[in-house]
């Protein structure tokens, strides 16, 4: 082996490790192997054909500590259409919505790989393409799904990634926690008081529930439980409420599934590690699942 190679086969081995440490579970290369599909949460871009950036939500998990699913999983991801063999010289753009052009989602959007897969792959950031067939709708949907393209998933961030323990020792939250990832994610959107978001329910606990909505937040109206100017100023609102995977508070609500974020609420949310209070507007449920096992719809 010449050194260039053993240097590499070292340097896979140390990121390997490193992301092992990342995780409270074994995670050895090529584990965790089934088909793994995922929920399409486009961003807001002018483009309607090309590559889609979306967030790609895990479809679904599942809480068994032997399931191959069981990790609560978001990730940044770039979706590119692929030509059909034979019947397109070139690849058409893929019909699903494109805000802020559809300023809603309506149905669930939805990509399988054909091919089982290691999910431990994917999580250890060896595995971060992967080419499947874009649904509108899945196995959870009340129509039967309709096949719209091939694309190819590129993964460009693990924004979200956690184990799910279905220990039944784990406490439930007391109060409703979602995680927000904002649906406009270009620089100058940084500055703008109003936000578009995808709120997905942060799951916990057995048995829990796999839920996404689509809301707004109008920022002017957020307020602080502080008087310091340094956490309380329009930039950071703005910089904490567009940071992704942050986690969102409602106090007024159990942490259950009869009361999760259904439209046309409009509910006051808290950044848990700061003090930003904002009302938030749901807009459009996306996709509910109830646990432990995520296969029967809320």
């Known amino acids: 082996m010449t050194s260039q190679r053993l240097f590499t086969a070292i340097l896979l081995t140390t990121c390997i490790f490193i992301a092992n440490a ?3 579970v074994p995670m050895p290369p090529g584990g965790r192997m089934s088909v793994h599909g995922w929920l399409i949460l486009p961003w807001d871009t002018n483009m309607t054909d090309g590559p889609v950036q979306a967030w790609f939500s895990h479809h679904v998990p599942e ?13 940044n991801g770039l979706l590119t259409p692929l030509a059909c063999f034979n019947t397109e010289p070139t690849p058409q753009p893929i019909p699903i919505p494109y805000p ?17 897969f ?16 874009v649904y509108n709708g899945s196995f959870d949907t009340s129509y039967e799904r309709i096949p719209l393209a091939l694309a190819t998933l590129t993964v460009r961030e693990l924004t979200t990634a956690v184990y799910l323990n279905e220990s039944k020792l784990i406490p439930n939250y007391p109060e409703l926690r979602y995680l927000s990832y904002p649906r406009d994610m270009s620089p100058s959107a940084d500055t703008k008081p109003f936000q578009h978001v995808y709120l997905a329910h942060e799951i916990h606990s057995v048995p829990d529930f796999d839920h996404i909505v689509h809301a707004s937040i109008d920022t002017t109206r957020c307020h602080c439980e502080t008087g310091l100017p340094s956490l309380c100023n ?16 409602f106090p007024s609500l159990i942490n259950s599934l009869q009361n999760r974020l259904q439209p046309p609420m409009v509910i006051r949310g808290r950044i848990t590690s700061g003090p930003v209070l904002c009302p938030i507007t749901i807009l459009e449920s996306i996709h509910c699942m109830v646990g432990p096992g995520f296969d029967k719809n809320c």
């Open 118 to 133: 290691s999910l431990n792959d994917l999580l250890l950031g060896t595995l971060t393409e992967l080419k499947g067939v």
């Open 234 to 249: 329009t930039e950071q609102i703005l910089k904490d409420i567009r940071t992704p995977g942050v986690e969102w508070a």
């Open 63 to 75: 809480f068994w500590t032997d399931s191959p699913h069981n990790f609560q999983i978001i990730l």
């Open 22 to 24: 990342q995780y409270p």
């Open 100 to 116: 802020p052009r559809d300023n809603l989602v309506e149905y669930e959007y939805t990509i399988t790989p054909p091919p089982e």
